[in-house]
């Protein structure tokens, strides 16, 4: 009764949400175009120019903010490391998204052997950090970009399949997809055009919780020396190679290391404004 | 005159700015007098629930109110102090709630959960405390209370949960009662025997109940005092004689001409049409696991048989749990069938895989409980209307017409068709989802508790709609509902189940005027309502 | 009741083989396990002996049955550097990453539960708001970048070198804060919703409703029903805790098995790799028993079903 009675707002997005639109933006922008504001190729080693602080430091003009410890120029291995970053991050999220999700549905929407198979599987995932599988098969086949890109793909579907798989079955068990079967429409029309847009807020909003988590994913597995591989860079692996000399060079260390912080900020608070926004009702169908 | 054990005087409560009107309760003055039921009657949105909400000093954050008081045995409640306020309250002011076992924590023991009222109030000596407890659960005609004081709530019924509730309540012997729709969400048979412990415990325990309902029925039961109230209004007060014999206000006669009339839906041998559903024998049975490799079989659907002709309705009458809607949903073959024969339009449908179903489901249309759920919110109502038609093999632009055609037919405007769900009442999207079921010319209909979750006066409107159009169109209507007495005014027949089986199956006449079984017997005396003829009152009221 | 949880602890088992039963087909699919397992100079005479010597001339099913019967009698084979069985190799590490990973759990919980509930009650205000931004900031923070700043901090404002063998609170307490920072964000915002959702619950309104006194009312019936998802939470933030140890041991040079792990990667160690990998999937498997367990203690809505 008293949401009959409440008052209906409608709320704008706030300024911190559009500060973060125009930061991913600038980021992706960054991903893209970002090695053409710095004049030197991301590969090119100058030896007379060894970890050359950034501009204000101390540093000159040339490297605006400095080099690595083989004179590389730090912004334009930023934005190459910010765009293979990306990529990873965006390809990763996609395949983990479309995997897990047509595994959730397909759980429920055949019950049975299927469902217990996969339900299976998604206890067997849930059982290891998808980290310690990455670490066993990089061990196992060595590293290669497209097993790497792969295994990151593998993060995060089985809360796909999970949210999938529950969303289906109350939305197939009653309500407007009843009446609508009751009409006599086929599977395919139920799903498409009566389940699917329905949860599609739910998936948008998943996407937006699990793309920065496989950004940091990524950063971390490259961190540690066992992700994206030289001649090849990414954020992390920056990180990793500046990590030895934290004290004396820290710009490598600081500014690969916010960018990352930044983006997965921004990502996670547009993605709690969308969950606010789109849905409300959304919080619980996810579990069991 | 007897003194008022509680007084509400001139009480107003504001809304948060922004909503569809300023007060929650406007000028609102009532009083409840020791040994006497005052029910507050109103439909949803009326501001009655607030109205209690204040007397407990218990509104939500965005409520406040403006002007008034309240008084408790002539002292005014202290409601600005907290620490006064919840000494009084469970005290000298206690309440009963709409759902009973969401009102109990679920992970306490609810013997210990009563205790907690004397805990608090330090009343008594604690050794004594659980004994207390005992002795009010026999109050409450609690079986077992020994074994219902170390019961979890999820153990226990809702009528058990509710007389627990009623018992924490009474604690303390307060003065003033506040029921906030006590019966609401129990079966028929069970809130007639909370309906009896509340006549019973006004004689015993001095107190003043103060009762919110919305149903017309239930007052008639145990009201001696009514006030209603519409949009946070009080439009007409007064005692049962007044208020049953001469209404004064037009809402009132309004509300009383909605209540149902468990009297018979008149036995016409019209025109014989053909048999539009035989169900033989069927059955469906759950299987619940119970050990590693044994399973518990619970029979939904036990072996019911029945037949429907066209032009004709049949209600399938039964209390939560008794398999009815499972019954609509093995017919409509929403749900495998696993015994037994079901023929529709000349074919047998009990073991007809979904493909097969598909063409037949034309003939075979269904209207859901929940309004608000059984609409796509994302589409567009007349996109919905003809989406039946649409899959059937009917051109865009023919479906478009039909669409807007039964939407008129239903009583919405053709405009209607460009809107989308969230932008209609519930009776009003019942109807659509009405016209949604009807615009593929069924031959049968099947309602599964169409009405429940509407208002009463929307509620009356609603049947009226389904009796026009089957008499317009001549489908059969198989119509599920819990409350005999909607089912008396709309059916010809009626079958009455209970745990998954047929208890007793005949004409409605036959029925009200000789029930067999006992089981029907008990559902019509519990059927709330009964000391007062609404036929008559229905009379009075309709000039 | 009883058969719930042995159904439980079946499935934990087949959860367990299908894990040994993957770790050891992929183990043979990278090619000749002799081979890898043996250092990469070694002559052809020398891989000979170690395939005759570890059964890997044998029929594959055969190899399966004895690695399942040796795992079974804790046996995981040797590693290939030091030549000492992988299990006692990986044992000696356990005690001081569990030392970690408890006081990162520790400080998680009790922190995290405490300013979610606090956030709960003071819905809308500045500390709420606090309350949740930094739960987004423990949730965006790269967990090595952490690390680094605050050995970045410690060194430039106390001149003290944190990582590796440095022992002292700050050694400890530094990666500590490192791996439990995620969690602990995670742990408020859980409890915050959690809180709210109990407290606009109608028994909470019937307790206000019979005199029970607002703190009363938070301790003993909204804290208590709130908690129940919590603990879940708990078993899976056990997979987050695992896998930022190994990024953590990394960051501050810390002797436990998430070192050892990548260290073992890194040299293509392969038998020790795989005995992590069985033992972080027994660890989380039985953890999410006992948290099935627990779940029983707590709510007797299980225990009746």
Redesign the interface.
Known sequence: MMTELAPSSSRGMPVIVQICLVFVVLFVLFALFGEFLSGHEFRDTSLLKRLQPPLGAGGEAEYLLGTDQKGRDLLARLAIGARISLIVAVIGTLIGAVFGSALGILAAARRGWVETIIMAAVDVQASLPIIVIALFVLAIFGNDFLLFLALVGLFGWEVYARLMRGVTLSAKEHGYALAVRALGASPVRIYLRHILPNILNVLIVQFTINLPLIILLETALSFLGLGIQPPLTSLGQIMSEGRDRLLSAWWLTIFPGSLIFLVALSISLIGDWLRDHLDPTLRGVAER | MPTPVAEVRSLTVDLPAGADRRHAVEDVTLSVNAGEVLCLVGESGSGKSVTAQAIMGMLPPALRISTGEILVEGAPLPLGNTAEMEAIRGARIAMIFQEPTAALNPIQRVGRQVEEVFTVHRAGAAAGRRENVLSLFAAVRLPDPERIYRAYPHQLSGGQCQRVVIAMALALQPRLLVADEPTTALDVTTQAKILDLINELKVTQDAGIMLITHDFGVVADVGDRIAVMRHGIIVEHGTRAQIFSAPKHEYTRHLLAAVPVASPREHRPSDQLPTALTVDHVSRIYKQRQGFFSHREVKAVDDISLSLQGGRTLGVVGESGSGKSTLARCILRLEPVDGGAIRFAGQEIASATEATMRPLRKEMQVVLQDPYQALNPRQRVGSAVAEGPLIHGEGAAQAAERARHMLELVGLSPQSADRYPHEFSGGQRQRICIARALALEPKLLIADEPVSSLDVSIQAQILELFAALQKKLGFALLFITHDLRVAASLCHEILVMQHGRVVEHRPTGDLFADPREAYTRALLAAAPGKGVDFSKVLAAVTP | MI?WF??KIL?AV???W??VT??FF??R??GDPAE?LVPPDAGPEVVEYYREKWGFDQPLSVQYGRYFGALLQGEAGVSLHTGRPVVGIVIDKVPNTLLLGGTALAIALSLGISIGIVAALRRNSALDRAVMAFS??A???????FG??L??GA?LLLKIFVGGSNAGPLGLLMPAATLGLAQLGAFARFTR?SML?TLN???M??????????A?RIF??AV??AA??IV?LIGLSL??L??GS??TE??FAWPGVGSL??R???T?D?AT??F??LL??AT??VA?LLVDLLYVV????IR?K
């Open positions: 058969f042995l159904r499935r087949v959860t367990l299908i894990v993957l770790t992929m183990m699919m990278a890898a987004v900031f949730f965006a923070m790269p967990n090595f970048f680094l700043l050995i970045l060194a919703s959702e619950k109608p028994f309104m019937a307790a206000q409703a019979k005199g029970v006194p607002f009363r003993r019936h208590p029903n129940i998802p879940t997979g987050g695992i896998a190994i990024v990394r960051v792990l990548i073992s990667v890194e293509r392969l790799v795989q992590i990998v972080v999937a989380m498997t999410n707590i709510d007797p809505r009746v």
